[in-house]
């Protein structure tokens, strides 16, 4: 069982910067591509940014430029560095562990295991 716990969310300015983490607990951390997700009221689960165990990366056009993904593979964390946030970025931001080392992976079903998710909040 793998589980994992984001943090590093809250209140930020538009404009601002966030940095999320995700500590995970499975042994085989390094050796499979982590995601990042956020979900806001009433809207799906939206694809933001993966990794590889390589250190490849993989955003969605939205965030390109403005947040980045990395991961520290000696300390078992992901992180997602936003910067320049703006109103559209508000929502829970969940990480993910994906076993199927498909890439990239965008859709939620592709992911094994989720974090409980942070809560991040831009005001204008």
């Known amino acids: 069982q793998v589980q994992l716990v984001e943090s590093g969310g809250g209140l930020v300015q538009a404009g601002g910067s966030l940095r999320l983490s995700c500590a995970a607990s499975a042994r085989t951390f390094s050796s499979y591509p982590m995601g990042w997700f956020r979900q806001a009221p009433g809207k799906e689960r939206q694809f933001v940014a993966a990794?590889?165990?390589?250190?490849?990366?993989y955003y969605t056009d939205s965030v390109k430029g403005r947040f980045t993904v990395s991961r520290d593979n000696a300390k078992n964390t992901v992180y997602l560095q936003m910067n320049s946030l703006k109103p559209e970025d508000p929502a829970v931001y969940y990480c993910?562990?994906?076993?199927?080392?498909?890439?990239?992976?965008?859709?939620?079903?592709?992911?094994?295991?989720w974090g409980q998710g942070t809560q991040v909040t831009v005001s204008s």
């Open positions: 990794i590889t165990w390589t250190h490849t990366t």
């Open positions: 993910a562990y994906e076993l199927g080392r498909r890439w990239p992976a965008t859709s939620p079903w592709e992911y094994n295991y």
